[in-house]
């Protein structure tokens, strides 16, 4: 008797899987929370943390932190976010204070000067020679044309002086963790632990991209990235944002996503619908407005998008930014930059949640 071969079919290659981590640690959070703490216009469901927090800390750490911390995509401190990733499971602010304290200066300088993520590899170059000590005066004008002038300002401090803000930014974290955070961490490590876990069941069963789409609110790595290492890393404080790092010369990619916990918002006795709330704001600007129907037409790159909206890049940045946190563009990473497109659950999530508001009976 002759058995029948059951035909096989070739199952498309996942070679993101045996490259992708979840890094556990309230590290990601200690530097999360401070992007909030000099944000809070941007984290409107933290406010009444942020308020207790100001009232805890000494008015001069508190001004201390601005340099590193304010402005939500160019706070220079979070650059040291890529250094978590090199800590073990679990953690702790202080080893993250110890290693913030013990690299190269210059190698967190040039994390510090790409902590929002946009500095492109021609600027990174620059920087580099400036910080092994082949600048000018002309050269370090140059490598900073086209950033906005306060940015401007912090990078020409970090470029000065690497070792002195390295001293600085360890001293600062030391004291906000010890007066502020310490009280916190304990209670971060359950829900970190949860969405961990979470985490790693969904990469189990879903493909790896797919699985990081899901994980991270929408946002999309292309397959064309030679990536050497993927780290996924879930984050309280980071709610509802998603934070991107790709280091193209060692491949390795780190992606801070955040997830939802009643911990922080505690704080504030005022119930908001924080989703309806967050894509209303979103969609208040007519830039904003104009991106959006643009993408309902279809995907566009991030600079066909810049020239088609007639604004400047960082302010275009900034508008999607916006929009991928009230969950209503998709973002996806490719090798020749940033494809956007519209993300049709949270659209269609935001229409309910609208549609529900007009609908409501006297009762509800």
């Not at 999360?32 to 750490?61: D, H, M, Q």
């Not at 632990?193 to 929408?218: C, F, H, Y």
């Not at 967050?278 to 407005?289: C, F, I, Q, T, V």
């Amino acid at each position: 008797m002759v058995r029948s071969r059951q035909r096989q079919v070739p199952q498309p290659s996942d070679s993101l899987r045996d490259l992708t981590q979840v890094h556990e640690s309230v590290c990601y959070d200690l530097l999360g929370s401070l992007r909030a703490l000099y944000s809070p216009r941007t984290y409107p469901a933290r406010r009444g943390w942020v308020s207790a927090t100001r009232k805890s800390l000494p008015a001069e750490l508190y001004e201390s932190g601005r340099f590193f911390f304010q402005g939500h995509d160019t706070s220079v401190g979070f650059g040291a976010v890529r250094l978590v990733p090199e800590l073990p499971d679990g953690a702790g602010p202080e080893e993250l204070i110890a290693r913030v304290r013990e690299v190269d200066p210059k190698t967190l300088a040039e994390y510090m000067l790409d902590a929002a993520g946009d500095t492109t590899p021609s600027q990174l170059a620059a920087f580099r020679r400036i910080l092994d000590g082949e600048g000018s005066r002309a050269r370090v004008a140059s490598a900073l044309r086209g950033f906005a002038s306060t940015r401007k300002r912090r990078y020409q401090r970090i470029l000065e002086d690497p070792a002195g803000l390295q001293n600085e930014l360890a001293t600062m974290l030391a004291a906000y963790h010890e007066l502020s955070f310490a009280d916190q961490a304990d209670a971060l490590r359950e829900p970190l632990a949860v969405a961990v876990k979470v985490a790693r069941e969904t990469l189990r069963v879903l493909p790896t991209a797919k699985a990081v789409e899901q994980l991270s609110g929408g946002l999309a790595l292309s397959a064309d990235w030679p990536l050497t290492r993927l780290t996924l890393a879930p984050s309280v404080f980071l709610h509802p944002f998603v934070s991107v790092r790709v280091d193209e010369k060692t491949g390795e990619a780190l992606i801070v996503y955040g997830v939802p916990s009643e911990g922080p918002d505690t704080y504030d006795t005022v119930p908001v619908d924080e989703s309806l709330l967050r894509a209303l704001k979103a969609m208040s600007d007519p830039a904003r407005l104009q991106i959006l129907r643009l993408l309902s037409e279809q995907p566009i790159s991030a600079p066909q998008l810049v020239e088609r909206i007639g604004l400047s890049q960082p302010t275009v940045h900034h508008h999607v930014a916006a929009l991928r946190a009230a969950e209503l563009v998709r973002q996806e990473r490719t090798r020749s930059g940033m494809l956007l497109s519209l993300r049709d659950d949270g659209v269609a999530r935001t229409l309910s949640a609208l549609s529900a508001v007009f609908n409501a009976t006297p009762d509800e």
